[in-house]
């Protein structure tokens, strides 16, 4: 699997391209703020083709450029409803599905916004990787009302799960799991 990550904007906003190899289809996660050129690079440099826009949450350093995107590639934002208020464009409701090949998880993570997810999938090579947006950071968590969501999180992902935040370096589940100072009494 084929998995890039840049920060982007004024907030240094996590975009990912996931795709099952370079050459083809790919999901575009949390194409934020001033997103298109680096994107377009990532695009060009490993030849792949937007075939959804995903959001982990509807706000717009997470989505700002979803609406240009899904204009320019011909493809809708799928986000969660309880976040559409917060969005301009137009979007689809974000659902479990396959996207370009990728069986894509949604888990309801409500706390940071009300409709903010946490994208979990498979890889072919046998790992597993969480697209947490503001919900889970490296040594971290988006807001102090997550407690449910998170330990909901934690306790249905196996310590290897890869974590990619929407702000900051990636990481583990078990990681964070052991030495996250924001999941202290969470039962975690």
Same mark, same amino acid.
């Given at each position: 699997?084929?998995?890039?990550?840049?920060?982007?904007?004024?907030?240094?906003?996590?975009?990912?391209?996931?795709?099952?190899?370079?050459?083809?289809?790919?999901?575009?996660?949390?194409? !934020?703020?001033?997103?298109?050129?680096?994107? $377009? &690079? @990532? %695009?060009?440099?490993?030849?792949? +083709? #937007?075939?959804? *826009?995903?959001?982990?949450? !509807?706000?717009?350093?997470?989505?700002?450029? $979803? &609406? @240009? %995107?899904?204009?320019?590639?011909? +493809? #809708?934002?799928? *986000?969660?409803?309880?976040?559409?208020?917060?969005?301009?464009?137009?979007?689809?409701?974000?659902?479990?599905?396959?996207?370009?090949?990728?069986?894509?998880?949604?888990?309801?993570?409500?706390?940071?916004?009300?409709?903010?997810?946490?994208?979990?999938?498979?890889?072919?090579?046998?790992?597993?990787?969480?697209?947490?947006?503001?919900?889970?950071?490296?040594?971290?968590?988006?807001?102090?009302?997550?407690?449910?969501?998170?330990?909901?999180?934690?306790?249905?992902?196996?310590?290897?799960?890869?974590?990619?935040?929407?702000?900051?370096?990636?990481?583990?589940?078990?990681?964070?799991?052991?030495?996250?100072?924001?999941?202290?009494?969470?039962?975690?």
């Amino acid at each position: 699997m084929l998995v890039v990550g840049f920060g982007c904007g004024p907030l240094q906003a996590n975009c990912y391209l996931l795709a099952e190899a370079a050459g083809g289809p790919c999901v575009v996660v949390d194409p !934020g703020q001033e997103v298109a050129g680096p994107l $377009a &690079a @990532a %695009l060009a440099g490993h030849r792949l +083709v #937007p075939a959804a *826009l995903l959001a982990t949450h !509807g706000h717009p350093d997470h989505v700002a450029s $979803a &609406a @240009a %995107l899904s204009a320019e590639h011909g +493809v #809708p934002l799928h *986000l969660h409803p309880a976040d559409a208020p917060l969005y301009d464009g137009d979007s689809v409701p974000l659902e479990p599905g396959t996207f370009a090949g990728l069986d894509v998880g949604v888990r309801h993570a409500p706390g940071h916004t009300p409709g903010s997810v946490v994208l979990d999938l498979e890889t072919a090579e046998g790992g597993r990787l969480a697209l947490t947006g503001d919900t889970l950071f490296a040594g971290s968590v988006g807001r102090g009302d997550v407690t449910e969501s998170l330990r909901r999180l934690l306790a249905s992902l196996p310590d290897d799960t890869v974590v990619l935040p929407g702000h900051g370096p990636a990481t583990t589940i078990g990681r964070e799991r052991a030495g996250n100072p924001f999941l202290a009494g969470t039962g975690a």
